[in-house]
């Protein structure tokens, strides 16, 4: 056998992966040491991380310094830290290879620096001079500041990783690494004032935040920061400039700082500055000053802007303005606790954190995973600031710390402190030495095999196995006392109940039931059974919530109906983590989702298409709208995933059903006004259409293309059950085949967002178009000026008042509206010709529309001083009077209406008559359709529906009656107002 062969053998049982390769790079020491230090050498290589690694930086070394095989004899501390930094980072392995004098910071002692000498260490190293206070460098020695910073972290890197235990001395190498942060930041800001020449006109404090400003800073993390820009003051202490210029130089030193920080060179980079928790986050000024933060905190900010500042100190720069901003907002830090939202609010946001994360990486994620990093510190910084409003004792900005400080002052127990300080440290050590290796911002447990061995070893482990185990192990761990220390442990709602009547027999629960309202208490407790029945954990949570859930869906207009359906949520999402426990422990969330159960089928019909949203109630701006913009956005992304024109818009569907479930949940807690509601659902329908004619348009060459939204869509006006009026108009092009082209582009539009299935269809009517059903699907805008310059019809030009740009390219609708407006505002109003063709037309309408049998007066739309009336009013008012009266020149109902009261086209009243008719009806029709499930114009008939229909839209049990009064009176008086406006001659 070859001595290569050989020794490959015997590298292959101390460890060596690729075995045959390591016996070549041995075979080469051959000539540089004797083989008893070659053997001693490889002793310890065996024992890093990856030995592979280690034993390919150590071959780059000691080619470059053959001197290196007898200094590490003579120094066995040297051979220890060296190889346990070249197993355990490949990214100082390859800074040692191309630096191999950096070898020496290995030697002696590496201890912790304090940070002066840290200070002075990177100054130097930089050639900063001057006021010690206010180092100047020149703006050229950027690099040289990455190379010190490097050296800095080696020398911690080898402490840490050569530590006897490295859970002992992980606050002490977190405080190190935050330490190592303030000089950087100040030896970037010595470089910056070299860049700026008039740096001197201004005092610049740098605020550290964030795990930096608590002193546990990771390997590679953003810094957080905040400035504060002050004048510089002269020898006789006043302002050397005005506040202005002071801020624009201060500026410019932040932004310096902040790229020569971030900046990626060949010397490497450090890491990046995040400046985002300042006022107005990355909208905001990068620096202000100290009376314009103290306005910011003392009227806008919001509660988790001051949760940020709890970890606020001085770091770098003018630190005696640092610090008068931290003794500024600190005060305000201990009382935010106050405000009765913080708590729900500071938990809210626990839980939006761990809902946007990627599926994929959630189950490894270290920081934000659920059990991970992010629950102990927001556990123990809610602790905090509760309980340090009055206990000073709990005033501190590290976890490290306060978790200590909590435990020893009797608000957290000593187990649970002590699980709670072990599982933090070993997820904080995982996260490091994840860091270390390539010295990139991460926080997720390797997948593979390889990377999992290299890692169990970096902490002492032999086996992967024992490094998952443990860390899942710690996950379950903070989980559990995440949900004990950072969520009410007792559901009020369930306290109120009185303990007799939690656990009756099944024939008083029975009876109980029906007393609650319950039309079939037997299924009723079918349903209940099924829910709680058995020792599972979920059964367990099932029983504590049942007695509140039951409560609370007898407020509703259909008990029975909430109770099957959150049988059916509950068993949909009942293995999914936060499902039950949100529910809980989050009793809002509970109440929210018990109402909108027991009040609508047509919001239960779109959560059980995808249950999980049902976590938008748990979020506070789960409901809120989105804009047409984001929800295109978030549609585009999706449909650009499939080829197949079926599955591209059938996602677009899906994103349409979650922002009407979003909508109608909003609509259903009473979050959200009626006008924004309409707006609302016009940007769904306007995301919607606009995305899926890209999907239509596929394969076929077309020049730019508006969609113009028309009638209730184009006034913003949208209920759930309206259809899209539009029209289609074309850019002016030469292409022969665009206006067939567009038309195959429109028809399969139209086919795609109507085709029946699981979610609902989209109706685009285009009977509104020039001649109507009768006309074109398709014109250019030269068509549309030539057809509205010569045969457009009084009915069109009425149609068009509602006209706007509903999707596809904005330049082709805002040219339509262009060639429009004469046409919809005509300059000399309208002839009396046009009027009584108008009210001939109106007439019509009613004879031939209205409901046939029944109470006409019970139709909200048609009927008299319906939806209808109202609107061929404000119609009537904007033909005659648009063209003078820009205010009128709107496509909403409502504020035209506003806006003929200004004018005094209507009076003060009339307008407020119509204004209520139209918002009490528009509210009937989307109550109708929250209830059923399907539209409909007319006020039910049926008594529990017409009930119903009078609780949605807030009136208690058994006032449909005035639900009913009220309408009509509103009905009755708008019709008066038409009579006087609308059909009179004078």
Known sequence: MSRIGSQSGRL??????????????????????????????????????????????????????????????????????????LGASAALNQHLGIHPGEVDVLAGSVERRDLDALRDELLTAIGAEGDPATPVAPATRSDDLRRAYRRALLRIAARDLTADDPLAVLPEIAGELADLADVTVEAALALARGEVSDWSLARLGVVALGKTGAGELNYVSDVDVLFIGEPALGEDGAPVCDASTALQVATKLASALTRICSAHTGAGTIWPIDAALRPEGKAGALVRTLASHQAYYEKWAKNW??????????????????????DMVWPMVWRVADNDQFVSETQAMRLRVISLLPSREANHEIKLGAGGLRDVEFSVQLLQLVHGRADERLRLRGTFTALTALVDHGYVGRADGYDLGTAYRLQRLLEHRIQLYRLRRTHLMPADEVSQRWLARSIGLAETDELMHLWRATTRKVLRLHQR????????????????????????AETRLRALGYGDAKAALRHIE??????????????QILPAMLTWFTAGPNPDHG???????????????????????GDAMAEHLARILASSRYAVDLLMRAPQNASLLGDPEGLAPRSAADIAGEMRTAARRYDDPDQAVATIRASRRNELLRLAMADLLGQIELVDLGAALSAVTSATIDVALEVASRGLSLPPMAVIALGRWGGAELSYGSDADAMFVL??????????????????????????????ALEIDIDLRPEGKQGAI????????????????????????????????????????????????????LTSAQVHEIRKLKGRMEAERAPRSGDAARNVKLGPGGLSDVEWVVQLLQLQHGAGLRGLRTTSTLWALEEAAISELLTAEDAQVLTQAWTMSSRIRNAVMLLRGRAGDNLPTDVRDLSAVAQILGYAKGESSLMVEEQRRRARLARQVMDRVFWSED
């Open 530 to 543: 099924a829910l709680s029945a058995g020792m599972s954990r979920s059964a367990e949570i099932q029983r």
């Open 305 to 326: 802007e001051f949760q940020a500042m709890l970890k606020a100190r001085p770091m770098a720069g003018d630190l005696a303005l640092a610090q008068d901003f931290v």
């Open 778 to 829: 398709v014109r250019s805008l030269a068509s549309y000026r030539a057809y509205y310059q010569r045969w457009s019809s009084t009915w069109e030009s009425q149609a068009l008042l509602r006209a706007g740009a509903g999707a596809g390219d904005e330049d082709v609708a805002a040219e339509l509206m262009a060639i429009i407006d004469p046409i919809r505002y005509p300059a000399d109003g």
């Open 485 to 508: 220390l950072f969520y009410s442990p007792v559901l009020a709602a369930v306290a109120r109940i009185p303990s007799a009547e939690v656990a009756l027999t099944n024939e008083a």
């Open 563 to 585: 109770l099957l359906a959150f049988r059916q949520v509950s068993e949909a999402l009942g293995s999914t983590p936060w499902y039950l426990r949100t529910l809980r422990d």
């Open 731 to 760: 850019a002016d092009a030469d292409d022969p085949n665009a206006t067939a082209n567009a038309t195959t582009a429109i028809s399969r539009l139209r086919a795609l967002l109507a085709k029946p299935g699981a979610d609902p």
């Open 12 to 85: 292959a049982r101390l460890g060596f992966a690729d075995s045959s390769a390591a016996a070549e790079l041995v075979a080469g020491w051959a000539d540089l040491a004797p083989a008893s230090t070659v053997d001693t050498i490889l002793a310890e290589l065996q024992t890093a991380a990856d030995p592979d690694l280690a034993l390919t930086g150590m071959d780059r070394l000691v080619r470059a310094r053959p001197e290196l095989f007898a200094a590490m004899l003579a120094d066995t501390d040297l051979m220890n830290r060296l190889v346990a930094v």
